[in-house]
């Protein structure tokens, strides 16, 4: 089997029978507007997990589960090795659209077809996972499956997390195995040769440079902080300059300081100042307090430590308001591994579509399955980059060339001796 073969291999990626997957797929949960409402472990996103276990037998797959009710459709390959996986998840936010998520298992399923037309074996044995309750709209935090599958440990305190009618994820959970109980169970955390994620790219990135395929770098990381002036309320028209203890002329001081430092020092972070209550909120007084939230994401760990440090050196320097600096959230850059990215670069290569290397502003799946093998993913434009929104859109072709990469990259991976014959 040479190299030539897997060119030919993306003449069986059907973009009618993937673009109609999709549809199918978005009937159930569907909302007004065409829209998909199909919350984390409701009998719709169980129903849903039926419907594409049962399209995954006919291709002749194994189909498994785990006990974050993760769902996995196995091509058996000529080896009994560690699986290459592919996946994404199928719940979606209550006003969610067709496309987050469902993407990335709708083409790893084509991929599936692909390879059973096509009539081809990997070496490796494929897999796609669909991962329990990405979205954490329903029960937070987000990307639970994924979480547990890599921290197993996880699943004990995800169980009490509850929705907002007093179930409880763990109770969700047994309803969801009762269900899908003919389905046989393997072990959270086994291990995987390499982990893709296909995914639309809920930004305006691949739509303005007109590519038809992102491959991600890596997920930037992202650091929460709210920082508290507290000054002294006083009469906004007999206060001397000298006497006022302002937390608005303090506050707005800072955050003009850290969004122009943000700007010129590195075009790719983003400071975020979203939130900014002042107290009491009189016109004719001076505010005594002032809250207000930062988000701070960089690709680079050394320039998040950077940013945080001269930030917090500024809130300790000489001022007529107490400032404080209390951490809410906190999450390392992810970067992908180099051996899935080439393997993705070589896909959109071959595939002779206009590709670029692109970061990843959101949170995935991908996320934990990093810290457990080698993993990457790879994007597909988004109208107007939107998202959470029954308007998300992609178009068929866009749907079609996201497939035929991940297909190149996946069989590439599954065939590790191919690639020794190539060099
Ligand atoms: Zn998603």
Redesign the pocket.
């Known amino acids: 089997m040479n190299f030539d073969f897997t060119g030919r291999l993306t003449d069986h990626v059907s973009q009618e029978r993937l673009a109609g997957l999709v549809s199918a797929l978005a009937e159930i949960g569907k909302s007004d507007g065409g829209g998909v409402n199909r919350q984390a472990l409701t009998p719709q996103d169980v129903a849903a997990r039926k419907f594409l276990s049962q399209i995954a037998a006919d291709l002749g797959c194994e189909v498994y589960r785990d006990a974050a009710a993760n769902v996995f459709f196995r091509r058996r390959g000529t080896t009994d090795a560690p699986p290459v996986v592919t996946g994404?998840?199928i719940d979606t936010q209550p006003t969610g659209g067709r496309f987050?998520?469902a993407y990335?298992v709708c083409a790893g399923l084509e991929m599936l077809a692909a390879l059973s037309d096509a009539g081809v074996t990997t070496e490796l044995p494929l897999e796609v996972a669909i991962w329990t309750n990405?979205?954490g709209c329903r029960f937070a935090p987000g990307s639970m499956g994924s979480a547990t599958f890599v921290h197993p440990e996880l699943l004990t305190s995800f169980g009490e997390s509850t929705d907002s009618a007093g179930v409880r994820f763990a109770e969700a959970l047994a309803d969801a195995a009762a269900a899908l109980g003919e389905i046989p169970l393997v072990p959270l955390k086994r291990t995987f040769s390499a982990f893709i994620e296909a995914?639309?790219e809920?930004g305006p990135v691949l739509e303005r440079e007109g590519k038809k395929i992102g491959v991600v770098s890596g997920i930037q990381g992202v650091r929460w902080f709210r920082v508290s002036v507290r000054g002294r309320t006083s009469h906004a028209g007999t206060t001397p300059i000298e006497f006022r203890k302002d937390a608005v002329l303090v506050a707005t001081e800072l955050v003009q300081q850290a969004y122009v430092a943000a700007y010129e020092s590195d075009t790719d972070l983003r400071l975020t100042v979203g939130r900014f209550d002042v107290s009491p909120g009189a016109t004719n007084t001076i505010a005594s307090e002032v809250n207000f939230t930062i988000d701070l994401r960089h690709p680079c760990e050394g320039v998040l430590d950077d940013f945080e440090a001269k930030f917090r050196s500024w809130t300790r320097r000489q001022s007529p308001c107490t400032i404080s600096l209390q951490e809410l959230m906190r999450h390392k850059p992810t970067p992908f591994s180099g051996r899935v990215r080439a393997a993705l670069i070589g896909a959109a290569e071959q595939c002779g579509e206009p590709w670029q290397e692109i970061l990843s502003g959101?949170f995935?799946d991908s996320m934990y399955l990093a810290e457990h093998c080698p993993t990457g993913m790879l994007f597909i434009p988004s109208k107007d980059g939107l998202?959470h929104h029954p308007g998300e859109f992609s178009a068929s072709d866009e749907l079609a060339w996201g497939a035929k990469a991940l297909t190149l990259a996946m069989y590439r991976l599954a065939n590790p001796l191919l690639d020794g014959a190539a060099n």
Do not use: V
């Open positions: 994404s998840h987050d998520g990335g990405e979205e995914h639309i809920q959101a995935h998202s």
